[in-house]
């Protein structure tokens, strides 16, 4: 079992953004910009391009009006789009905040929040779902 299955089922703890049957997104506890966002499907399959079909095209439905939120929220041109996935075995994409190109460097130094930022950042996502 993932890291990030074991958030899916509660037995770890996450700053989570949303959710339904078939994904969860919730804070990267080691962002590289603030509202730094991981979407994930529910199934745990290693590699993006092995997700199902008809995951592939529902996580950008599912993950847009996240990006939407964070774009909104944070000082930021547009949301990034992104997937490494060599850190966890576990498929999933991270949306970033972005006004140039370097903002997207997941080898940068990481930014350290307490858990009531996390919160307020969680909170501000949240509130611009609705």
Request: net charge neutral.
């Amino acid at each position: 079992m993932t890291i990030f299955s074991k958030i899916i089922a509660g037995q770890v703890p996450s700053y989570k953004i949303a959710e339904n049957d078939r994904f969860f997104a919730f804070l990267d506890i080691a962002p590289v910009k603030k509202g730094h966002t991981l979407v994930i499907p529910k199934i745990e399959v290693d590699k993006l391009f092995d997700v199902p079909d008809e995951y592939l095209a529902d996580l950008l439905v599912f993950a847009r009006p996240i990006a939407k939120s964070i774009e909104r929220n944070f000082h930021c041109n547009r949301v990034s789009i992104i997937t490494v996935g060599l850190e966890v075995p576990h498929a999933h994409v991270h949306l970033i905040p972005m006004n140039r190109t370097q903002d997207m460097d997941l080898t940068a130094r990481k930014l350290s929040f307490s858990p009531e930022e996390f919160k307020e950042i969680q909170q501000a996502i949240i509130a611009g779902l609705s």
